[in-house]
């Protein structure tokens, strides 16, 4: 019985810049467009690519009060009023 050749893995070079070349299948695969930041993680089986977080993690504590509101609590109901409104104005001026 033959065996069936093994697909092999593609490989990339590192530049004199330090600089590697990510197979496009991969960038596209994982959606890696230009720009896109990636941790740098070396494991016991090699480098780990991985997106980098957008924003720096937060606790609920450090950002309470970011936005703060002097007047009357507001209800669920007046709430959802308002952003509807909201939506409808942008909507009308074409921003949504």
């Not at 994982?30 to 997106?51: H, I, M, S």
Request: glycine letters at 8%.
């Amino acid at each position: 019985m033959a065996q069936m050749a093994k697909p092999e893995a593609p490989t990339t070079t590192v530049s004199t810049k330090g600089q590697v070349i990510l197979p496009k299948a991969v960038r596209q695969r994982r959606r890696w467009g230009p720009g896109t930041r990636l941790l740098v993680e070396d494991t016991p089986d090699g480098v780990l690519l991985k997106p980098a977080p957008l924003f720096a993690p937060t606790r609920p504590e450090n950002v309470a009060g970011m936005l703060a509101y002097k007047g009357p609590p507001k209800t669920l109901d007046e709430m959802d009023a308002a952003i509807t409104e909201e939506i409808k104005r942008r909507h009308a001026r074409g921003r949504y």
